[in-house]
């Protein structure tokens, strides 16, 4: 194979993005929040030619969108509820994702193990519609197998009373990493998109959105912005910007997302050897789980648990611990036990009740909601990660039909590779330099490309991965690095913990001031610890 072209990655120094946050300018779009759904968007509205800016209060992909299950995937289960355009759709997209992200995304086989004679025929036929839906875009079709094969793909599965399975496929991605490449893929396009800055406000003119308020998490300077169009994306934080956008003395408006969390447990690869990942369709009671290879461990979840508050960093319910290992169990030849749990992390899912309270605007649009107010604001929320392209085509067709943005034409994501986009290894390997794509020749050029910090079979993390997340990826803190440019904090808590200083000093050096650990030790001692 030829080695891929290398690309020279921009640097995005934070003093100059700020300078460019304070100019007296109007902007075409503002975006609130830099997880899939207002990066997706960002990066349409940039490729169509609008001015874009985009504010993400924490980190990019910190909110819910570091903390999928990480498939990329048509859906399944929208297949049993008979939505056949949906997973279609979802399909597109998935071939999308992959093409255009092949560094970071690939496709990833499944094996659906059977303990009932009825399970092979019954979840096979469902999956050869898949197939069949999927069409020239399938990945390979869907195969009936006896136990003896069974057990050759899946190496870890559980022998007794297993009738054989169904293997399919579909792909798996490297969630966080996927968010920073829409970002400065984005930012490549002219966008300005900044992490550690929160919308504190809406600029309101006649009871109509025409910008944002912000404040620098750094420094706490204030900055206003003027936009003609607001997106607010902010997943199961929308209501409170929505609450930003009331008149001063109306009441607060009726919540529009109620918060479900998923719990994972990531264990060693042992658990589960080979490179299929293992479905149970139907866990006891009725619920689907999934054990998948990532990034050289596995992951076992997830769950679907009401929650009342939405935090930032929730943490799993005793309950749903021993659901995950209980089910895991019942499928796995070695049972994994609590003290084999390398990290626990939870996302929140948008649940979307659409409030009756913004007029006829309000449209319920597939999986997710667009829902334009009366003052202008367009919130966007609900989904999946898979189909952050099509809905970001949905927010902008919005957008301009109600006159925020001029019209210009959609499609042009379809095909866009995004940054360094070159083929990888499968995600399910150790993470690496293959994840750099093209761009992994211009890491090797950093001081520290052989100094490696911490080491998983041919990759792991080197000195010059920090400086990388430094220079080109926007890392500010030591949980921007070890969270979500490497993953290690989801894949090996206590060995993050141990990393933290020196990354701390590496951080230091390319920023050129202190950077804290503090913060960082007690959330990988969190993510250690189960209820
Ligand atoms: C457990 C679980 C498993 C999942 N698995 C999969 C999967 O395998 N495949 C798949 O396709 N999808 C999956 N999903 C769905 C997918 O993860 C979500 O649909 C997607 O990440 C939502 O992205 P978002 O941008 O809407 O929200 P978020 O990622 O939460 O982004 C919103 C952002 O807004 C920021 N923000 C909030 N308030 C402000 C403010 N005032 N100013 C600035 N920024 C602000 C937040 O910090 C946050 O980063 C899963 C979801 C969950 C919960």
Request: hydrophobic letters at 45%.
């Amino acid at each position: 194979m030829a080695e891929p072209l290398s690309d020279t990655p921009a640097a995005w120094p934070r003093d100059a993005l700020l300078a460019r946050l304070r100019a007296a300018r109007e902007w075409d779009i503002a975006i609130i929040g830099g997880g899939a759904t207002g990066l997706g968007v960002a990066l349409d509205a940039a490729v169509r030619g609008f001015s874009v800016v985009l504010v993400e209060s924490r980190d990019f992909a910190e909110g819910t969108s570091s903390r999928a299950t990480k498939l990329v995937h048509g859906g399944v289960r929208y297949l049993a509820q008979g939505n056949v355009a949906l997973v279609r759709e979802a399909l597109h997209e998935r071939a999308a994702l992959l093409a255009n992200a092949p560094h970071v995304a690939t496709p990833l086989p499944f094996v659906m193990p059977a303990y009932h004679w009825w399970e092979r025929p019954f979840y096979g036929t469902g999956l050869k519609m898949y197939d069949a839906l999927a069409g020239r875009r399938g990945l390979g079709g869907t195969e009936w197998l006896g136990a003896a094969r069974t057990r050759e793909l899946l190496p870890g599965v559980n022998a007794q009373g297993l009738h054989g399975g169904v293997r399919y496929w579909d792909g798996q991605f490297d969630d966080a990493r996927l968010a920073v490449l829409l970002a400065r893929t984005a930012a490549s396009r002219g966008a300005l998109v900044v992490n550690h800055c929160a919308a504190t406000g809406l600029l309101r003119e006649a009871g109509q959105v025409r910008g944002v308020h912000l404040r620098d998490a750094e420094t706490g300077e204030a900055l206003t912005l003027r936009a003609r169009c607001v997106v607010n994306a902010t997943g199961v934080w929308v209501d409170a910007v929505r609450d930003m956008d009331r008149e001063p003395d109306a009441p607060p408006r009726a919540p529009m997302v109620a918060p479900s969390q998923g719990v994972h447990l990531v264990v060693d690869r042992h658990f589960l050897p080979g490179r299929h990942a293992l479905l149970v369709p139907k866990t006891a009671d009725g619920r689907v789980l999934f054990a998948v290879p990532w990034l050289g461990k596995v992951i076992l979840g997830t769950t679907d648990t009401p929650r009342d508050a939405v935090s930032a960093e929730p943490r799993p319910l005793p309950e749903e611990v021993a659901f995950i290992l209980g089910e895991s169990a019942r499928v796995l030849a070695r049972a994994p036990q609590r003290a084999d749990v390398r990290s626990a992390w939870v996302g929140l899912r948008p649940l979307v009740k659409p409030p009756d309270d913004d007029g006829p605007t309000q449209a319920l649009s597939r999986e997710h909601t667009v829902l334009v107010g009366r003052s202008g604001l367009v919130t966007v929320t609900g989904g999946k990660w898979t189909t952050y392209r099509a809905m970001a085509e949905d927010v902008l067709a919005r957008c301009m039909a109600r006159g925020l943005l001029p019209q210009r034409a959609a499609g042009a994501t379809a095909t866009l590779p995004l940054l360094g986009a070159a083929p990888g290894l499968p995600v399910a390997e150790p993470p690496g330099e293959h994840l750099y794509g093209s761009e992994a020749a211009a890491l090797r050029a950093l001081p520290g490309a052989t100094h490696w910090l911490w080491r998983d079979g041919a990759g792991g993390l080197s000195e010059a991965m920090v400086r990388f997340a430094a220079r080109h990826e926007m890392a500010r803190s030591v949980a921007d690095v070890l969270a979500r440019r490497c993953r290690l904090l989801f894949l090996d808590a206590a060995e993050a913990e141990r990393l933290a200083p020196a990354v701390a000093a590496i951080l230091a050096d390319e920023l050129g001031h202190a950077v804290d650990t503090e913060a960082f030790v007690a959330l990988a001692r969190s993510y250690q610890r189960l209820p």
